[in-house]
């Protein structure tokens, strides 16, 4: 996938007036010629945030170890904060060895009753062995009892944007209460990524051995030459099989979520599939570099009448080949902003589709402050702004 940079003309088109101001629209995906098995499946580009392939992306459906990432982020937090740390030990309790240990019969690190177990140990056996005891002990060690956790869970699910997920334990083991939709999940393993790098490095590790069991990283993608680095894969009855998995090529990572296959070859065979289908078949297209203003606001009451906007990152998209012609984008903003207008405020969005279906979206920041104008200039915007309303203008 290549980058270019296309002529600004395909991408901001003057759009309605007073309908940019209020309504914020559901973001969807743009609907590629793909037919998978899958019935929910997500495979977004992380560095611009397009959204590639999209099928019943927000069905929830049972995680299975899947929900073991949104253990992981709260874990995370607690080694960031300062409230665990790596050399820290914790016992093993009877309940996580009967529930998640050698007597359930589930993914296990095989820890031993009663014996106490590093942090940094257990993080490999809850992320590389996906052993249901290590998630309980960290959970216990943490916040005294698996519950507690789980409300942790349920507070961070809210936190980082989900909205179609409720968690009920550690683990992933099967309840029916317990639900996850492919684009919560997504957004699990975005933050994981983004927010911890040097954590989310375990994903990557391909085996571990505790308590003299050697065991393989189960992610089937780590060996494949996709480039994959993480993270997790799931099966229930109800759901099949899973996997939210994530690669990097070409220095560009991509995500990828598939449930509801019918084997475990199958589930490692789409996401492959959905992988390769959309290095191959999208464009990389720049529109703007971070920092080069979008558009301008206008600015009510201002030193100068209207301030540009920009985004914080590169303004990248993956675009499928022939569709340049396709492209539009709005900027949305509520407006005129009121002066004074500090610099870095976030503003407003710049959405993009292709064709009906939006594709991106970016938070939009004011590129300079702009300090309160004199008498006669808000006078003057007075009369603008009674006879004319406010106009969004455009970066052409």
């Known amino acids: 996938m290549s980058l270019h940079r296309p002529s600004l003309r395909f991408l901001l088109v003057p759009a309605i007036l007073m309908a940019l101001v209020a309504v914020l629209l559901p973001r969807t995906a743009f609907a590629a010629p793909y037919e998978g098995k899958a019935t929910s499946a997500l495979l977004v580009d992380v560095d611009s945030g397009t959204i590639l392939y999209s099928k019943e992306p927000d069905a929830p459906f049972q995680p299975a170890a899947m929900a073991k990432m949104m253990t992981m982020a709260v874990v995370f937090d607690a080694i960031h904060a300062g409230k665990i740390h790596l050399e820290d030990s914790f016992p093993v309790s009877e309940y996580a060895w009967r529930t998640g240990g050698a007597p359930s019969g589930s993914a296990t690190m095989f ?24 998630c309980i002990i960290l959970a216990e060690g943490i916040a005294g009892s698996e519950g507690s956790f789980v409300d942790m869970m349920n507070r961070k699910a809210k936190e980082i944007g989900l909205t179609g997920s409720q968690f009920t334990n550690v683990s992933g083991l099967p309840d029916p209460e317990q639900k996850v939709t492919a ?71 991509m995500i990828v979520v598939v449930s509801g296959l019918a084997s475990d070859k199958e589930r490692a065979e789409e996401a492959r599939k959905l992988l390769d289908w959309g290095n191959a078949a999208f464009e990389r297209l720049r529109f703007f570099d971070r920092g080069e203003a979008v558009g301008d606001a206008r600015v009510y009451g201002g030193a100068t009448g209207s301030v540009g906007l920009a985004t914080r990152e590169p303004l990248d998209i993956l675009l499928m080949r022939g569709n340049r012609d396709r492209i539009r984008a709005r900027i949305v903003y509520t407006g005129p902003l009121l002066a004074p207008v500090q610099q870095g405020t976030e503003v407003g969005v710049v959405r993009v589709w292709v064709g009906d279906a939006q594709i991106l979206e970016k938070p939009l920041y004011t590129t300079a402050a702009v300090a309160k104008g004199s008498m006669d200039q808000r006078a003057l915007d007075a009369v603008q702004q009674l006879l004319i309303g406010w106009l969004p203008q455009w970066k052409l």
Request: net charge positive.
């Open 183 to 253: 684009r919560d999940l997504y957004k699990i393993a975005d933050y994981l990524i983004r927010t911890y790098p040097d954590l989310y490095k375990i994903y990557s590790e391909p085996d571990f051995t505790w308590n003299k069991i050697y065991q393989r990283n189960r992610n089937p993608l780590l060996a494949a030459g996709l480039g994959a680095d993480g993270l997790s894969t799931g099966f229930t009855k109800e759901s099949g099989y899973g996997l939210t998995a994530s690669a990097v090529r070409d220095g560009h990572r």
């Open 111 to 134: 820890a031993k009753l009663n014996s106490s177990i590093a942090v940094s140990d257990l993080l490999r056996g809850a992320i590389v062995q996906a052993g249901n005891d290590a």
